[in-house]
């Protein structure tokens, strides 16, 4: 199991950018698929985007962020970063980093139990 831990979350302005970035400890990380979810308040939460362990860094994205957000990774420095342009207050929400153990991007998508998830950072996005 790995430790994760989000950084980056603030307030910014609709039209705005952020960048999270999520910071793992473990040994293992190359081998981990990791994404984003969100919770908005009282809202469920909800899969961002996700970059695959293998398969050349595979990424799938929601509707909702295709075109604005990119994720990626940094095996060397054990980070995921997902970078948030166009921002909307749709995308105010808690933001969740999460990993999976060998796990397939539909792990992400389908909502299936996580190896571990990090405490999550809040971003705000006013109109």
């Known amino acids: 199991q790995v430790h994760l831990v989000e950084s980056g979350g603030g307030s910014v302005q609709a039209g705005g950018s952020l960048r999270l970035s999520c910071t793992v400890s473990?040994?293992?990380?190359?081998?981990?698929?990791m994404g984003w979810f969100r919770q908005a308040p009282g809202k469920e939460r909800e899969f961002v985007a996700v970059i695959h362990w293998k398969n050349g860094g595979d990424t799938y994205y929601a509707d909702s962020v295709k075109g604005r957000f990119t994720i990626s990774r940094d095996n060397a420095k054990n980070t995921v970063d997902l970078q948030m342009n166009s921002l909307n207050p749709e995308d105010t929400a808690v933001y969740y980093c999460?990993?999976?153990?060998?796990?397939?991007?539909?792990?992400?998508?389908?909502?299936?139990?996580?190896?571990?998830w990090g405490k999550g950072t809040l971003v705000t996005v006013s109109s």
């Open positions: 473990g040994r293992i990380f190359s081998a981990y698929t």
């Open positions: 999460a990993a999976n153990l060998l796990g397939s991007t539909t792990d992400f998508t389908t909502g299936r139990t996580m190896s571990s």
